[in-house]
């Protein structure tokens, strides 16, 4: 079940981001999100894949479809296994995207972001203004996500197991949000336990600050992986 931990390098430096790596070197997929990319480059892509790591490279993107197009087809070129973009962008980017990669090149697992977990049903309906009720929403995004050729969404685990019964059995969920008894909820507004989510229906889990903002982070990835 470990292998389906993904650890978040979010920190703005190269050193930084090398140090966790040999700190937790049992960690088999790791994240590289926007503070890092922008603040050092694609770089650090290229050292994990030497140190044959899987990537999770999430920079949500999210434009008009040609600027998405060839955002992703740059992406090829690091060889991630996973990539974000926004499902909001409509699904005249997300199709185009599905069928512009370059077949020539590895294929990542293109992800749609239903909803921020940082965001709640109060967030949608009187900031976004959005009249469905949150599990809805999320419903129709993943299920626009599905149909526009992707490969899976990000969602909160408190979504799975409603979009592990409709959408295909092939179709990836990926959590953030996923917070161990131990640990602090922080800024996560839709929160599961990892063993709650995998038993939903999760296929990965991304686990950050329990592991990275722990006194001891080794022993913290032990009690996880006893815990799994």
């Known amino acids: 079940m470990i292998e389906r931990v993904i650890v978040p390098l979010d920190v703005s430096s190269l050193s930084e981001a090398i140090a966790w790596v040999d700190r ?10 926007l503070e890092l990319f922008v603040s050092t480059g694609p770089e650090i892509l290229g050292i994990l894949k030497d140190k044959q790591k899987r990537i999770f490279l999430d920079l949500k993107l ?55 977990t940082s965001l709640n049903a109060r967030d949608l309906a009187f900031e976004l203004n959005i009249p469905l009720e949150l599990p809805e929403y999320v419903l129709k995004m993943a299920l626009l996500a599905q149909e526009s050729g992707l490969n899976g969404v990000v969602c909160s685990p408190q979504e799975v197991e409603q979009l592990r019964g409709v959408c295909d059995p092939n179709f990836l969920l990926v959590c953030p949000g996923v917070r161990p008894d131990w640990s602090k909820k922080d800024d996560q507004s839709r929160t599961m336990t990892p063993q709650a989510a995998l038993a939903a229906g999760a296929d990965y889990l991304v686990i950050g600050r329990p592991l990275t903002q722990a006194s001891d982070p080794l022993a913290a990835w032990e009690q996880l992986k006893s815990e799994l």
């Not at 937790?24 to 999100?33: A, I, M, N, P, R």
């Not at 434009?63 to 990539?83: F, S």
Request: proline content about 6%.
């Open 62 to 116: 999210h434009d008009i479809p040609n600027t998405m197009i060839g955002a992703c087809r740059a992406a090829q070129n690091y060889e991630v296994d996973l990539l974000t973009l926004h499902i909001s962008a409509g699904k005249r980017a997300l199709e185009a995207i599905a069928l512009g990669l370059d077949p020539h090149k590895p294929l990542p697992k293109l992800l749609g972001i239903t909803l921020l």
């Open 24 to 33: 937790l070197k049992e960690v088999s997929f790791w994240k590289v999100g």
